[in-house]
């Protein structure tokens, strides 16, 4: 990995994608947009401009929120549109998956995929100075050139796709704390932090005694 210097600031994106089997349409009347997944069918009524391209774009693949309202330019009266989507995508949250991404052309770092009908996720933010470490029951198998990181409890999956966030893994084989991580590893602090977020967030983390 390239060295982390005030001349390179790291650029990390967190991308909003849907899971490869939801399909996007709209109803007969053209007023209700559906989406269909092996996990059921949902329905956003009315939605707004901004919605719409949202989750058909998120069909298509990972997208920065921001940049993409930004460039839409579908304001919604009256709300914040950044506000709406996301509500709009918490009511659907079984079905998207959630991106840390660098801007560095290397691919994303990893994925958090919902694999439970209730399934709901938000980043967590460790104490840096309290241990943690891998949920006991969890596993770690490959598929192809991913790892995945995964327990039979939880409603979400990680997806590692480079190897920074594998050291990271691999150090919460043993109870350590954010702050110990980020000297261990040679990766920039704020990286290390948001992989652990992520992490945490799909419940992959406990605290250790």
Not at 125 to 133: F, I, K
Request: aromatic content about 4%; overall charge negative; proline content about 7%.
């Amino acid at each position: 990995m390239t060295p982390h210097t005030e001349d390179s600031p790291l650029r990390m994106h967190h991308l909003w994608s849907l899971r490869e089997d939801t399909v996007v349409g709209w109803d007969e009347e053209g007023r209700t947009l559906v989406l269909s997944s092996p996990q059921g069918t949902e329905r956003v009524e009315d939605p707004a401009p901004a919605v719409a391209e949202a989750l058909r774009r998120m069909e298509l693949g990972p997208v920065l929120l921001a940049n993409l309202l930004q460039s839409n330019g579908g304001a919604v009266p009256g709300h914040d549109t950044y506000t709406v989507v996301l509500s709009v995508l918490r009511g659907i949250s079984h079905v998207v998956i959630r991106t840390l991404s660098l801007e560095d052309l290397k691919g994303p770092v990893l994925s958090v995929v919902p694999m439970g009908r209730t399934a709901r996720f938000s980043l967590v933010r460790l104490s840096a100075q309290r241990r943690v470490q891998l949920r006991p029951t969890v596993t770690i198998t490959v598929r192809g050139d991913v790892f995945l990181v995964q327990c039979r409890t939880l409603e979400h999956r990680v997806e590692i796709h480079r190897p920074e966030a594998m050291w990271v893994v691999s150090l919460l084989a043993w109870p350590m704390t954010p702050d110990a991580m980020v000297e261990v590893l040679p990766l920039p602090a704020e990286l290390t932090l948001a992989i652990l977020a992520y992490l945490a967030g799909a419940g992959m983390t406990v605290a250790a005694g």
